[in-house]
């Protein structure tokens, strides 16, 4: 499991993105007009309209374009094909891969990135033919914008009306699911050792976050390798829920936190140190996805429930952390686009996402999944879902509701963010 | 008439000049043209690449995706991306700065400790290795054959609180618990970085130790030097081109090195010129940023190699 999926790079925001598409309507072929007049003649700067930025109380349904249309109903799946898969490293089970491909007779090929960036850079050329593409519902508005998407055609996918949580029926940043079907949902907490932090002492404490400051713990804290997170831990920690926040005030207070650990905890910052290093002992403390707090059973030296008891995870008792969702799209250049909406309806299937639920570790936003059951059912692995004593790793439709996401930012407001990140990366001094 | 005949004569001699030993004539582009290949190399992987990197420092970034847009027409660049990153360098938020005096220093230090190492080595393999030189040098190279990025993480195994190190050193009563080397620790990245380049170190001072004319050491000791005055009067004098090539080769790659400190520290506390370079390719809308920074590593190493090429040429005219 070399990068699960939880590097979450560029986004855009929304009071940037409202100007620029204020007047989506106008922007569109002014965009388009204003690239060919200023662009240089050997760039390949992206034609594109203005988008506005989705946010959960201003809702975005995406253009749909005549040249860019949806696949027709009742098509037969493509023969012989491969299905192109691009996919986060380790993010898919490939025996699920290959039982839908024993359904439809056909083979399936899987291209991983590590980051949602070096995903966009490749796609956004236009020039690989992938079926299936996992993006980040920040980068909803680029791509679909773009034309890099297709329109689904929903009469393939009749799984996503009949099993997914209501909150993914109409999500706000894909209004009527257009282009996108949920594929997992996870939170952001801390993952600790139970052997050397007693769930009292973490639990116990009126802001867990700042357990990552103490310095008893120094050397032993992680943090992921991830602008959008680590930094939108700071903010959490200091009280501050707008995690897409444009405010250079509350960025700064957060980056002159995140120094702070270096110089209280010498932080490291990781992408791998939550699901393989601390059940290893490097780490006592790491930020975590709960999807890597599941998976870390598998890098698990001994392979023993007794040891793996060692591993805890912390999420806010009032579900108030950040939580987030990663989709499934089909690109508009897929060469079986009928095999690929057949593929995300199978995704889509109760036990197909659990089983792959049980090795990638990810939950997957099913009505029949019962978040009370999830740490007792057996799984295809032979274990439960997620253990008892993870029980909050489990992810609810309700977080949704309380929880805080990470979202689309603007140019100028991501640069802020980045300009934060990279000076504490640089080891700048407080 | 006499004017054509002098003509020929004259031109006559020219070709000798450029004639064989044997009296054959070559044209003037014969022997240059032997350079083709390496020119034709230079020119396709390193002239062309380097331009599209100066393409990508003086050019712009996609406005929806924000990557990297090569602008491949000079006079279209743009010196944006240099003044921003230069901010960043000597402005008045210049949080490059600890980085980079980070990475001179432990560049400095890895140099220092690999010649040291190195010298010793190869000394001794050259001067004492008899007739299993070749086979201590095959030793000494071996491990090399494995991945850079392997051997690495082997050393993230070794060096693990419970890894062998510590177990040995434990052993030796040196420590009394472990040492955690990996908890973001200068000395664990220095030490990273003259394991991964020690062999360019050593390869290039054999190559000129054995060289040594013995006959020059002997006269040294003929004429009264001890075997320390002959070392530092006559063998380390005479070495100091090997020296500065071993120098050059090992610091110029640590430069821009950045999976030694990723692997074996991770922490910000220990992050090198490579790691900003590597954290700006990845990071959205940064792409021109790295590109800039990798310009400047690249002015800033000319200086050190044109200083090697200077004692170069200078010591090859003194032969």
Known sequence: ?430 | MLRRSATRSASKSKRDSRSGKGGVWYPRWFWPSFAAPGFAWLGVFFVLPFYVVLSIAFGTVDPIFRSALPVYEPWYWTGVHFSDTFAKIFGANAFFQPAILRTLLYVVAASLLCLVIGYAVAYYVARYGGRRKALLLVLLISPFWISYLMRMLAWVNLLQDQGYVNDILRFLHLISAPVPWLEGKSITVILGLVYGYIPYMILPLYAFLDRIDQSLLEAGRDLGASPVQTFLRVTLPLSKPAILAGMVIVSLPMFGDYYTNNLLSNSPKTTMFGNIIDDAVGSTGRGPEAAVLVVILMVFLIVPMIYYMRSTARSVSAE
């Open chain 1, 1 to 430: 499991m070399a990068t699960h999926p939880r590097e979450r790079p560029s986004r855009l925001s929304r009071r940037e993105f409202l100007r620029l598409s204020a007047g989506a309507a106008v922007a569109l072929p002014t965009t388009s007009a204003l690239l060919a007049a200023c662009a240089n003649p050997t760039t390949t700067a992206t034609k594109s309209g203005a988008f506005k930025l989705a946010r959960p109380n201003n809702p975005a349904t995406l253009p749909l374009f005549d040249s860019n249309p949806a696949i027709k109903s009742g098509l037969q799946p493509e023969k012989n094909a491969t299905l192109q898969i691009y996919n986060w490293d380790q993010y898919l089970w490939k025996k699920v891969a290959k039982s839908f491909c024993d359904k439809y007779n056909c083979n399936f090929q899987i291209t991983t990135f590590n980051n949602m960036d070096e995903a966009l850079s490749k796609i956004r050329t236009n020039q690989f033919d992938f079926d299936v593409f996992f993006p980040t519902i920040d980068v909803m508005g680029k791509l679909t914008g773009a034309k890099i998407l297709q329109p689904l055609n929903h009469d393939y996918i009749p799984n996503l009306a009949a099993n997914c949580w209501p909150v993914f029926q109409n999500p706000f940043y894909d209004q009527k699911w257009r282009y996108s079907v949920p594929y997992t949902v996870y939170t952001t907490g801390i993952e600790y050792r139970r052997d050397f932090i007693p769930d009292d002492v973490i639990w116990g404490m009126d802001n867990p976050y700042e357990i990552l400051w103490d310095p008893k713990y120094k050397g032993k804290v992680g943090i992921y390798d991830d602008y959008r997170e680590a930094i939108s831990m700071a903010l959490l920690k200091n009280g501050i829920t707008d995690l897409n926040t444009s405010k250079p005030s509350e960025i700064n207070l957060a980056k002159n936190d995140l120094i702070d650990l270096i110089n209280k905890v010498n932080v490291r910052a990781t992408i791998n140190g939550a699901y393989a290093k601390l059940p290893e002992g490097e780490f006592y403390l790491h930020q975590s996805w709960s999807g890597d707090a599941a998976a870390a059973w598998f890098y698990v030296p001994h392979y023993t429930q007794k040891y793996f008891k060692t591993i805890g995870y912390w999420y806010p008792k009032d579900r108030k952390g950040a939580v987030g969702n990663d989709l499934m799209a089909i690109p508009s250049r897929a060469k079986n686009p009928v095999l690929a909406h057949l593929f995300l309806n199978y995704m889509l299937d109760f036990k197909n996402s659990m089983d792959n639920f049980s090795w990638v570790g990810y939950q997957p936003p099913q009505v029949k999944a019962d978040p009370g059951r999830l740490t007792t059912v057996t799984s295809a692995q032979g274990e439960p879902y997620l253990f008892p004593w993870l029980a909050d790793a489990v992810v609810r439709e309700s977080d949704f509701k309380t929880g805080y996401e990470e979202l689309e930012l603007s140019p100028s407001v991501d640069n802020l963010w980045h300009n934060a990140w990279e000076e504490f990366k640089a080891g700048a001094q407080a």
